[in-house]
């Protein structure tokens, strides 16, 4: 069906978009937090704005991205669904685990050499599969090994290379 195969690559176009955007955004934003440390900006209040900005940001982007599967021709139910009582606990563990994670990550790279954080923040694949392995039984794909092996060589010899580290 044409119309099947056009709705998933519009899916798959916008995704790939804004994959592509995260570590453009992502590095943006450690830099311009550890310039307000430089500066003497007290780290609760550039936490306070990375949150007010995060949910601004996410709000935004549920109104449009929901506002692009209703056009390209989605079921208004499902992209509407209400999730259930345990998808919402998960969601919002979700949510929580992952503001930890950031708020970790943002303060570990106002401390520390930026270049060297990346190296423990590129890690989070490797837990990501011990969690999948263990946790939800799934073995990764040997695309997704490849691509984790790159992904955390390269780290490691930019590290090891800018900062010329014993590794």
Request: hydrophobic letters at 50%.
């Amino acid at each position: 069906d044409p119309m099947r195969l056009m709705k998933h690559a519009s899916l798959d176009i916008l995704a790939v978009s804004v994959a592509l955007l995260q570590p453009v955004f992502k590095s943006l934003a450690y830099i311009f937090i550890k310039r307000c440390n430089n500066q003497g900006i007290q780290y609760h209040v550039v936490l306070f704005y990375y949150a007010l900005s995060g949910f601004s940001t996410a709000s935004l982007s549920i109104i449009v991205t929901g506002f692009f599967l209703l056009v390209s021709g989605h079921d208004v139910d499902k992209v509407l669904q209400q999730p259930s009582q345990s998808d919402n606990l998960a969601l919002l563990l979700a949510g929580l685990l992952g503001f930890v994670a950031q708020y970790g990550i943002n303060k570990g790279g106002m401390l520390a050499n930026t270049t060297k954080c990346s190296l423990i923040r590129n890690i989070d694949v490797l837990v990501a599969f011990l969690f999948q392995i263990f946790m939800f039984n799934q073995v990764p794909t040997t695309i997704q090994v490849i691509g984790s092996v790159i992904l955390l060589s390269s780290t490691i010899l930019v590290v090891v290379w800018k900062n010329d580290v014993r590794v």
